[in-house]
């Protein structure tokens, strides 16, 4: 039973860190993606993009992943 909790996890983090560099390496912008034609200021722009982690490297994206996980942060 511990066995396969732990392969769980392990199974999980590796998707993880799969996922995160799949996103980073896929051609064009998530937030223009998602906002299409619609203006937006700049500072708008700025704080989505802080929220959703993508003005970070992919490195500090999967820092930050594992850091939430650390603190419980799913």
């Known amino acids: ?10 199974t999980a983090l590796v998707a993880s860190v799969v996922l995160i560099i799949l996103l ?3 051609p064009g912008d998530p937030l223009a993606a998602v906002l299409g ?3 937006v200021p700049p500072a708008v722009e700025a704080a989505l993009r802080r929220q959703w982690g993508t003005d970070r490297s992919i490195v500090q994206s999967i ?3 594992f850091a939430g996980l ?3 942060d799913l």
Do not use: I
């Open 24 to 26: 980073h390496l896929l």
């Open 37 to 39: 034609d619609h203006p």
């Open 63 to 65: 820092g930050a992943v």
């Open 70 to 72: 650390a603190h419980g």
């Open 1 to 10: 039973m511990l066995r396969r909790t732990g392969d769980a996890v392990a």
